[in-house]
């Protein structure tokens, strides 16, 4: 089946559902296609520094991830051996703050800001390659169905019967 669409955004975690917004209230047609199926966690620990907390802001999902009910950390404290740094967060448009929110709840509601906004965020698919014409990326192929985690089994060598 072959469908259109102004943009297809692979990935749809924080770059891929804040890209996805930003550009569907732009008036495009954005399909961004993932995997994943939300809520779901990733690799990652869960410090936004006060630049994160701003990017959420201009991202328009900061009133959301604030329901999620993490608080505000006024001071960070970073150590290793022989090594450590507290201090206050440099502000960023204003936001003297960081945040501790666990990715699930972050990412789903990074993709329910990108859905409200009128991008198509389709869970279950993977991209598998694009096309290209004249040098030029003009689609990409995508596997539908995918539940993350799972691979194909590998073949099983024959058993032989003793
Ligand atoms: C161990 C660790 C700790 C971290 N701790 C922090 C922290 O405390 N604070 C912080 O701000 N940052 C932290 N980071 C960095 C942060 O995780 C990344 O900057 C952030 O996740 C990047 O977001 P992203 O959307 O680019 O990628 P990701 O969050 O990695 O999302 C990429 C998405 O793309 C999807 N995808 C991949 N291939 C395809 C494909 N072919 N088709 C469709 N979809 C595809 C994946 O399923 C995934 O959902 C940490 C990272 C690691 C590894």
Redesign the pocket.
């Known amino acids: 089946m072959v469908e259109q669409a102004d943009v297809v955004i ?7 559902a804040v890209a996805a917004a930003t550009l569907a209230r732009r008036g495009h047609h954005v399909i961004a ?4 199926r939300f809520p779901s966690t ?8 006060a630049g ?1 907390v701003a990017e959420l802001a201009r991202a328009g999902v900061l009133e959301r991830v604030e329901k999620i009910g993490a608080p505000r950390l006024s001071r960070a404290f970073i150590g290793g051996p022989g090594h450590a740094a507290a201090g206050a967060f440099n502000p960023v448009d204003g936001f003297d703050y960081g945040m501790c929110v666990r990715r699930a709840p972050l ?1 789903a509601a990074l993709v329910e800001t990108a859905r409200d906004a009128g991008a198509e965020i389709r869970e279950g ?4 390659g694009v096309l290209w014409e004249n040098g030029r990326a003009v689609g990409v192929r995508v596997r539908v169905g995918e539940r ?1 985690g799972r691979r194909r089994p590998r073949p099983r060598p024959e058993r032989t019967r003793p």
Not at 10 to 16: D, L, M, P, Q, T
Not at 42 to 49: D, E, Q
């Open positions: 692979a990935g749809a975690r924080c770059a891929g296609v993932d995997p994943a990733t690799v990652s620990t869960h410090l936004l520094f994160g990412d698919h993977r991209v598998t993350p």
